[in-house]
């Protein structure tokens, strides 16, 4: 739930998260967890959002034309293609 | 499809020139032989089967998963992944140092980059995983035949374990995903077992396959205790039901090599991550899932779902309540969907199944299809 004071909201966080990023920070020029994470995702936010794949686009996205073809070579060889 | 647990599917495999080198050097660095569940934990951690994890745990993340059932980084993770040291000069390896795995035939598997070598309290560990710390339960025996040392690092596999059984049915996660996607399914149901699938399995299957597209039967085929059926019998018994009952073009059957923790709850939860790493969307949850003997409460496996947001496990849970055939019902129903009463229930415990194969009886067959039967009182 966002609470909202005039230019910000409040985002959650599981704890252990937390404490890793502030961990994560120590002696880097971040001064605190927020700073960081609003850094984060400030540039994740940048980039475009992909568009809808196919399932097949969306395997052939995550492994290379190689690993596909290995794959689906060995499913046909033992039967489940 | 489903992304893998922590986003990205864990590929540890080496090859070309890197794998050469390593191979070179493997001879002249700390040498550890792999116990049978570690090697099974090498080839998943290997394959991204238990992606996120692209080792075995160090200090930080073991400690974090006893404690919190996360890893370090908040992940959620429930079961310790790790190596036992199995020599003094295993306890002193330094961070930055490199091993060598073995397999229990002095073959070189893998070469880990240690991170760290840390002393564990198995007494505490047994507690808060296993929920128990008696002699009796197989999980709390495993703990006490190995160290309590252990050695976290990356891992990079060099060659594949041998396996010469059921070769025809160990697909990795890489190639359930390809598979899946072939065939068209957006939702794959898991069923995971380390027993024969009786009426009652195959009811929730079934029940499953109905709000599905397809389902997984992922055997596991590790390392179990003395007393379970070995799987190369339950194999055949697979095989047959598949063959004989279910539809061929919504079931695709898997052998899961991991080896067994009997830790219940927490496993439960180490079983779901795993088979969304597999590429399956949702998971059966029986009662006792994971469970030996009355450690753990009946559906404890279920609630402990509940400690998480769904998000964080990302595999949606199917959780099914004690089945059976039900006389009065005249179909197969579970203690949700049948209001009689239990003397209406054909219901046999494990140990009246035994004991009737054992005396050359086939169990009924409201409990287990006859061709079940008959497998396991020939090879059970």
Same mark, same amino acid.
């Given at each position: ?81 | ?149 252990? !050695? ?6 060099? *060659?594949?374990?041998?396996? =010469?059984?059921?070769?025809? $049915?160990? &697909?990795?996660? +890489? ?77 695709? !059957? ?6 067994? *923790?009997?830790?219940?709850? =927490?496993?439960?939860?180490? $079983?779901? &991550?795993?088979? +969304? ?104």
């Amino acid at each position: 739930m966002a609470n909202r004071t005039a230019d910000t909201v409040t985002l959650k966080i599981p704890r252990p998260l937390y404490d890793h990023l502030r961990r994560l920070i120590e002696g880097t020029g971040f001064r605190s967890v927020t700073e960081f994470a609003v850094y984060v995702l400030r540039d994740l936010a940048a980039h475009p959002a992909p568009e809808r794949r196919s399932k097949e686009a969306e395997t052939r996205s995550a492994l290379t034309e190689a690993e596909l073809e290995a794959a689906r070579k060995r499913l046909r060889e033992l039967g489940y293609l | 499809m489903i992304p893998p647990h922590g986003g990205r599917l864990v590929d540890r495999s080496v090859s070309g020139e890197d794998r050469e080198q390593l191979a070179r050097e493997a001879g002249r660095l700390l040498q550890v032989q792999l116990n049978a569940r570690e090697l099974a934990d090498l080839e998943l951690l290997a394959c991204g089967g238990l992606s996120p994890l692209e080792g075995f745990m160090t200090e930080s993340d073991y400690r974090s998963v006893v404690d919190s059932m996360r890893l370090a980084n908040g992940l959620v993770w429930s079961i310790p992944v790790v190596l036992s040291a199995k020599t003094e000069e295993h306890t002193k390896a330094k961070a930055g140092q490199q091993a060598a795995l073995l397999d229990e035939a002095g073959r070189t598997l893998a070469v880990m980059e240690v991170a760290d070598a840390y002393s564990v309290d198995h007494d505490y560990e047994a507690q808060m995983v296993l929920r128990t710390s008696d002699e009796g339960h197989p999980g709390v025996q495993y703990l006490r035949s190995i160290t309590p040392t252990y !050695l976290g690092g990356r891992i990079h596999l060099l *060659r594949h374990p041998e396996h =010469r059984d059921f070769v025809r $049915h160990r &697909l990795e996660p +890489k190639e359930t995903r390809v598979l899946f996607a072939a065939k068209g399914w957006n939702r794959i149901c898991a069923f995971q077992t380390r027993n024969p699938i009786h009426r009652a399995h195959e009811y929730l299957q079934k029940c499953a396959l109905e709000i599905t597209d397809g389902l997984l039967i992922h055997p596991l085929v590790g390392e179990t205790k003395a007393d379970d059926i070995p799987a190369e019998v339950r194999m055949r018994c697979y095989e047959v039901l598949i063959e004989r009952y279910y539809p061929r073009d919504r079931v695709v !059957l898997s052998v899961f090599p991991a080896a067994m *923790r009997y830790a219940g709850p =927490r496993e439960a939860i180490f $079983h779901a &991550l795993i088979r +969304k790493n597999y590429g399956c969307t949702h998971f059966i949850v029986g009662r006792d899932h994971a469970g030996v003997g009355s450690y753990y409460g009946t559906y404890d496996a279920h609630t402990i779902f509940g400690e998480f947001e769904p998000e964080e496990i990302g595999i949606t849970p199917l959780f099914f309540d004690h089945a059976f055939y039900c006389r009065r019902c005249g179909n197969m129903a579970t203690t949700k969907t049948c209001p009689h009463l239990e003397e209406d229930h054909v219901a046999l415990s494990g140990t009246r199944v035994r004991q009737m194969l054992a005396a050359g009886e086939l169990p009924p067959s409201e409990f287990t299809r006859p061709e079940v039967a008959q497998i396991l009182a020939r090879g059970g």
